[in-house]
């Protein structure tokens, strides 16, 4: 890839208590111990050895470490239109799979008419990324807009029913605080149990302002709340992802000496007098964020369709003004000073890749990618809702389908099972859907019957799945396993497909 330079690999670890975790282990281990003291020629005592011997392995199984990798985009589209294609910007040929994908976009084009029409519909940009990544088995989560600032998350379809208690909000900071030209976005979702937050800023622009960004940035985490009683504020979450154009400048250095030293690629030259750097060492706030090491080139500003630097009359200074950061909680240990005996690391952030993709030429910008592998313990590993599609499916006639509550959860009468081509791009994208019942609401492992109408179900044949979408979560916290629709008489006879296929007449 074009303009592409990999930093060191950067890792930052969290010490989260998984006390209660730990005290059902003691205490089946307790147990166990009781009945191997007390253990005899009795049946019933082996069999209370083994019954308790299975639930400690399943408590020590429940916390096992998982690895995903996070691809972070931040990018400043300058109003333009997106470009063709965006592949090498999510690095979609690598040979380590991705598993999320968040992409955080300012001065995405948003003229009242333009506004208004992504409102009703996607915006293209949006189009682009659905239609690049649902082909690949991803699935927008949830996006997030505030005027130009866009935010959109993507996971791989297995993952969607561990993504949980999902939100979004945005503060406004631009002209008195009531236009959104500049500001931030954030969505916060539980993975598996781990509260994560994602913050897609665009702050005040201009060399002078670098106090003015920090304290809008403050402003922001101060302004911003959320539904959840044990994550209220930005920063009450395990993990933070802060990106955007940030707009911190390169202070001091004169035009001649900025651009040779990156032109000889000298940029550890520059980093003493970048504002966002200068500013940590004065903020303890700041302090708290972590940023791999900068060796790539300044992402602004170019001449459009161009790797050349600012020509026009202005000849801005190049800039660091796009970047990404990231914060783990502090552990209440850490807090204290203390460290205790049984605290168990739950959470790791390793920092993979943080360069530029200076290939893109649409805007003045250039995009900021970052991949991070986090290594954390499943807290959660079942689905809340168990789906099934019963017997053969095709639109000669009704369908039946299945589901059952796993494990209670706030449920509410607009909740409803869609039927998902494979390849689909968001939880809205079903060919046919059906509504949960409205009577009452079933009990844990109750199972529950519905059924599809026969006019709602595609005519060709095709691979689906069906989701349980809950409206509270606003999430699909349930998805069924992949079965086959067939194709209906009715295809044949409406001439939607050809009567003999592979030799075989329909």
């Known amino acids: ?54 639930e400690a392995f399943q408590l020590c199984g429940r916390y096992s470490t998982e690895f995903f990798r996070l691809h972070i985009v931040t990018w400043n589209v300058a109003t333009s239109e997106p470009p063709d294609d965006v592949r090498s910007l999510l690095q979609l040929d690598s040979d380590s799979p991705t598993d999320l994908y968040v992409i955080g976009l300012q001065e995405v084009r948003a003229t009242p008419v333009k506004y208004i029409s992504d409102l009703l519909a996607e915006d293209s940009w949006s189009h682009l990324f659905m239609n690049t990544l649902g082909p690949n088995g991803f699935v927008k989560v949830t996006s997030v807009r505030m005027q130009g600032l866009l935010l959109i998350v993507f996971a791989k379809q297995t993952h969607l029913p561990f993504i949980r208690d999902i939100e979004s909000t945005y503060t406004r900071t631009g002209i008195l605080g009531y236009w959104g030209n500049k500001g931030g976005v954030s969505v916060r979702f539980s993975l598996y149990g781990h509260m994560l937050c994602f913050l897609n800023c665009h702050l005040a622009a201009h060399m002078n302002y670098a106090v003015q960004r920090v304290d809008e940035f403050e402003y922001i985490l101060d302004s911003q709340d959320f539904d959840f009683h044990n994550t209220p504020n930005v920063l009450d979450h395990k993990v ?40 940590k060492k004065k903020e303890p706030l700041l302090q708290e964020f972590e940023e791999g090491p900068l060796k790539f080139k300044p992402t602004y500003k170019f001449d459009r369709f161009s790797e050349t630097y600012d020509t026009s009359g202005k000849k801005r200074k190049p800039a660091w003004t796009d970047r990404i950061l990231w914060r783990i909680k502090p552990s209440n240990n850490e807090q204290s000073g203390s460290i205790a005996d049984d605290e168990e690391v739950s959470i790791k952030v390793t920092q993979d890749l943080y360069t530029c993709d200076a290939s893109y030429g649409v805007s003045d910008h250039k995009p900021v990618i970052s991949s991070f592998n986090i290594e954390l313990q499943k807290q959660v590993d079942t689905p809340l809702v168990c789906v099934s599609a019963e017997g053969e499916w095709s639109a000669d006639e009704d369908a039946v389908l299945t589901y059952f509550i796993q494990e209670r959860f706030d449920t509410c009468t607009s909740d409803w099972i869609g039927l998902y081509k494979i390849g689909f791009k968001s939880a809205l994208d079903y060919t046919a859907f059906a509504w949960v019942p409205e009577h009452e609401i079933p009990g844990v492992n109750e199972v529950v019957q519905l059924s599809m109408k026969k006019d709602d179900l595609p005519l060709l044949a095709g691979d689906y799945i069906l989701g349980y979408f809950s409206r509270n979560m606003q999430s699909l916290v349930g998805l069924s396993p992949t079965f086959q629709i067939m194709e209906s008489r009715l295809a044949l006879l409406e001439g939607l497909v050809p009567e003999n296929v592979n030799g075989l007449d329909k």
């Open 1 to 54: 890839m074009a303009g592409v330079l990999e930093g060191p690999r950067m890792r930052s670890d969290s010490n989260s208590s998984t006390g209660s975790s730990r005290t059902m282990l003691r205490q089946r281990l307790s147990q166990l111990l009781t009945c191997v003291e007390d253990l005899s020629s009795d049946d019933d005592a082996t069999e209370e050895v083994s019954r308790t011997l299975d």
């Open 240 to 279: 933070v992802f802060w990106f955007g154009d940030l707009n911190f400048r390169i202070a001091d250095h004169g035009l001649h000496f900025l651009r040779s030293s990156i032109n000889s690629g000298r940029f550890n030259l520059l980093w003493s007098k970048d504002q966002l750097m200068m500013m």
